[in-house]
């Protein structure tokens, strides 16, 4: 009798493909490597992001400022002057100390806000959320034009002739209170938008 051949069974366990040296897993470098890369996205990111915000929250004043200006030219309209509802050029409304707290536009306990002859009310300026700047508006009629006070190098304001009404418009704030404050300002004189240290 012939006995059956013996057959081989096929091993269940693989040869490996990968040199023993590659199934370490990571080595110390190469993770100091991508957590150190890891970081430096982190900080283009967080650096790109407060840009973002600061640039949203520029956004604000160049509205506002707008809108006082609308309501300088409706005033204009029907009194032949424009209104001067802040007393001197650090008289900042709706925040005296403009820094980055929010605070809403109407202050009805605000005596610069209810004044039937002079107060912010008047201009009928309605931003859509609280504000974080500090805003002043002053006018006058003939020379001398005011000049901005917030900015470092500040427009030369014209000469005007006698009996022609005008008016600047200022807003500044410290985002992130480190004393270098965000400024913007306008005029009668012209539609210009002026600034300085925009993403402060």
């Given at each position: 009798?012939?006995?059956?051949?013996?057959?081989?069974?096929?091993?269940?366990?693989?040869?490996?493909?990968?040199?023993?040296?590659?199934?370490?897993?990571?080595?110390?470098?190469?993770?100091?490597?991508?957590?150190?890369?890891?970081?430096?996205?982190?900080?283009?990111?967080?650096?790109?992001?407060?840009?973002?915000?600061?640039?949203?929250?520029?956004?604000?004043?160049?509205?506002?400022?707008?809108?006082?200006?609308?309501?300088?030219?409706?005033?204009?309209?029907?009194?032949?002057?424009?209104?001067?509802?802040?007393?001197?050029?650090?008289?900042?409304?709706?925040?005296?100390?403009?820094?980055?707290?929010?605070?809403?536009?109407?202050?009805?306990?605000d005596t610069?806000?209810?004044?039937?002859?002079?107060?912010?009310?008047?201009?009928?300026?309605n931003p859509?959320?609280?504000?974080?700047?500090?805003?002043?508006?002053?006018?006058?009629?003939?020379?001398?034009?005011?000049?901005?006070?917030?900015?470092?190098?500040?427009?030369?304001?014209?000469?005007?002739?006698?009996?022609?009404?005008?008016?600047?418009?200022?807003?500044?704030?410290?985002?992130?209170?480190?004393?270098?404050?965000?400024?913007?300002?306008?005029?009668?004189?012209?539609?210009?938008?002026?600034?300085?240290?925009?993403?402060?």
């Amino acid at each position: 009798m012939k006995r059956a051949e013996k057959r081989s069974v096929p091993s269940l366990r693989q040869p490996s493909r990968w040199p023993s040296a590659a199934r370490r897993g990571f080595t110390l470098v190469e993770l100091l490597i991508t957590v150190a890369m890891i970081g430096v996205l982190a900080a283009l990111a967080l650096v790109g992001y407060r840009r973002f915000i600061h640039a949203s929250q520029s956004s604000e004043a160049k509205s506002v400022i707008q809108m006082i200006r609308g309501g300088e030219e409706a005033y204009k309209s029907e009194m032949l002057v424009y209104l001067s509802p802040s007393h001197s050029l650090t008289d900042w409304y709706p925040n005296t100390a403009p820094n980055d707290s929010r605070m809403t536009w109407s202050q009805s306990g605000d005596t610069r806000y209810t004044d039937s002859n002079q107060g912010w009310a008047l201009l009928n300026v309605n931003p859509d959320a609280p504000v974080r700047f500090g805003y002043v508006a002053m006018a006058g009629i003939g020379n001398p034009m005011t000049q901005p006070s917030v900015m470092s190098s500040p427009p030369t304001m014209p000469v005007l002739p006698a009996g022609v009404p005008w008016y600047i418009v200022q807003a500044e704030n410290d985002h992130d209170n480190n004393g270098i404050f965000a400024v913007f300002c306008s005029s009668s004189v012209s539609s210009e938008i002026l600034s300085e240290n925009e993403q402060e």
